[in-house]
């Protein structure tokens, strides 16, 4: 019987020198073999069709996942029953991780004697044209991920590129509004953050995106991570970075052999790597488009280990597809860093700096109660008061009513009634708890305390309550700072909301420095009322962040930025 021909494509620049050598070596150990070099314009699909229209039995396709797809594409275009084999020169490689075919050149070159000739299915995709897929279209984060990733990343980082290029988009988490009907079946709208549309196994470098998906069977396993809260979407883009999150409940798998949906906004999607977007996508599965070389671990149903052979008989299922313990502890360290990011819109900054006023504050009363600022403060009080006039008490006695009781309480009901009226009722709700939380912290602290006040100036009204913390610096720091705050989280069409935040900043600053000025308080008196402030205010931005994305999630609506304090 007459040996194969055999016609291999390869881009000569592509994967490292070495592993070029050593397929140019390999290749020299088949007869009836024909390597061609695909030059810069030259368009890979189309060379080949002109190898299957040549009548070639197997046409070899070096490179990754992107020269796997062209090849494929140009194989169905042209209706070629030509066996196509793939040798791993590319970045994931994960077609021929489900294939089975070993990531070692010379050992893949091998399988142009002994693999295992295989009908697989490949997929559809119509959109403003038609694309074929072989191994897997993501979309979503998995879109922006491969958007961003350029050849110099995937030069320098390899298989990690992947890893390295998802902390961004999976930190911002962007939302999209998805319709689906499968199989010509009703609608169905849902939220998601990501779509796996898997013929093959694996993506980006061997991360199991669709572990149960059968090349064979006629079916496109979809993977739909749905919308969620900060610490929800923290935990499965962790998840999702290991391979392990497909029994996460914000996780779903289905089956189907037509898929039709339409998004909003346009979804980004990596077809084998080639990127593209649109608002409308249909997927259609091609039973057995395409022959490919198999290699003995493949299995076309991976939850079973028996095989119907198309040629000779295989092995068992393998670690293809496993990721390497370099791969796994980046992806621990990524899922670190990735957490961090995602929480650290309020949760991890709120937290962190209530955390770090609260010691701040707890250091600095332990100080005070020792008496060991008391110079610091005398010095700081008595250079103020030797440059004060009578006209300038009464002026900064003016601006120190900003942060009186009574001014914040009338203002706070005020702004609530407003704010409830407009139907913000957790805007409302978080303004009023921020101020009763002041008003009740101040109390407590200044009896646990039971600090002295500085002796009384002629012709101040003096206060008669204790003088450590400040209760006009934690209130202002309490209303104007949540005030501004909330309105840079909410004023996205107010052209002047970063001015007004600004302005309502400085107004807090300008209540403590009058405090100092007018010698009611030490400086150890304003910068623990503004401390404790600064605590309680990030505590109730906290909880009202949280609040909001389960509400929404409840409601049903997309989750944006679960993190914010939107």
Not at 22 to 40: F, K, M, Q, S
Not at 401 to 410: E, H, K, Q
Request: proline share 6%.
């Amino acid at each position: 019987m007459p040996a194969p021909r055999i016609c291999v494509l390869f881009n000569p620049k592509a994967g490292a020198a070495t592993q070029i050598d050593d397929l140019r070596t390999a290749l020299r150990r088949h007869p009836n073999v024909t390597v061609r070099e695909i030059g810069p314009d030259q368009n890979l699909g189309e060379m080949a069709a002109d190898a299957a229209r040549e009548r070639f039995d197997v046409l070899a396709v070096a490179g990754g996942d992107g020269t796997a797809h062209a090849a494929v594409n140009g194989l169905v275009a042209a209706s070629a029953r030509t066996t196509l084999a793939v040798f791993p020169l590319g970045t994931g490689n994960d077609l021929c991780r489900t294939l089975g075919i070993p990531l070692d050149v010379p050992a893949a070159v091998e399988l142009l004697r002994t693999g295992r000739p295989r009908g697989i299915d490949v997929i559809r995709i119509d959109t403003d044209q038609t694309k074929f897929s072989v191994n897997v279209v993501t979309g979503g984060i998995s879109g922006e991920v491969t958007a961003g990733l350029t050849k110099e990343i995937k030069e320098a980082w390899g298989p990690l590129a992947y890893l390295r290029g998802a902390v961004g988009p999976l930190a911002t988490a962007p939302v999209y509004r998805v319709s689906f009907r499968m199989d010509h079946g009703l609608a169905e709208q849902i939220d998601l953050h990501n779509l796996v549309v898997a013929n093959g196994r694996t993506a980006a470098g061997g991360v199991p995106v669709a572990p149960l998906a059968n090349p064979e069977d006629g079916l496109m396993e979809v993977v739909i991570i749905r919308a969620g809260d900060t610490l929800d979407m923290a935990v499965v883009s962790a998840r999702v970075i290991a391979g392990d999150y497909h029994e996460d409940e914000f996780v779903e798998r289905r089956k189907c052999r037509h898929l039709a949906i339409e998004s909003d906004p346009p979804l980004p999607l990596s077809i084998d790597g080639e990127v593209t977007d649109g608002r409308r996508f249909t997927f259609e599965v091609v039973p057995k488009a395409v022959r490919v070389l198999t290699g003995p671990e493949y299995r076309p149903d991976p939850t079973t280990d028996a095989i119907e052979e198309d040629a000779e008989p295989g092995g068992t299922l393998g670690g293809a597809g496993a990721q390497t313990l370099r791969q796994r502890l980046f992806a621990f360290v990524a899922a670190v860093l990735l957490l961090t990011i995602r929480w650290a819109r309020v949760y991890v900054v709120g937290l962190l700096v209530a955390g770090t006023a609260t010691i701040g504050f707890g250091l600095l009363a332990r100080q005070v109660m020792a008496g060991s600022w008391q110079e610091l403060n005398l010095s700081v009080h008595n250079a103020l008061r030797a440059g004060a006039t009578p006209g300038w008490d009464r002026g900064v006695g003016v601006l120190t009513g900003l942060g009186g009781t009574w001014f914040i309480v009338t203002v706070t009901a005020v702004l609530v009634g407003v704010l409830a009226a407009g139907k913000r009722y957790l805007d409302a709700a978080t303004l009023l708890a921020v101020q009763v939380g002041c008003l009740l912290l101040q109390l407590v602290l200044k009896a646990v305390f039971a600090y002295p006040r500085p002796d009384a100036i002629p012709g101040i009204d003096w206060p008669t309550s204790y003088s450590f913390p400040s209760g006009h610096s934690l209130q202002s720091v309490g209303l104007y700072g949540s005030l501004a705050i909330l309105l840079v989280a909410h004023g996205s069409r107010v052209p002047w909301r970063w001015a007004g935040a600004v302005a309502l900043a400085l107004v807090a600053v300008f209540v403590c420095w009058s405090r100092l000025y007018l010698g009611v308080h030490w400086l150890t008196d304003v910068i623990g009322g503004a401390l404790a402030g600064v605590v309680w205010v990030s505590v109730c931005l906290v909880v009202r962040a949280n609040v909001r994305a389960r509400a929404k999630r409840r409601a049903g609506e997309p989750v944006t930025q679960p993190a914010s304090v939107r």
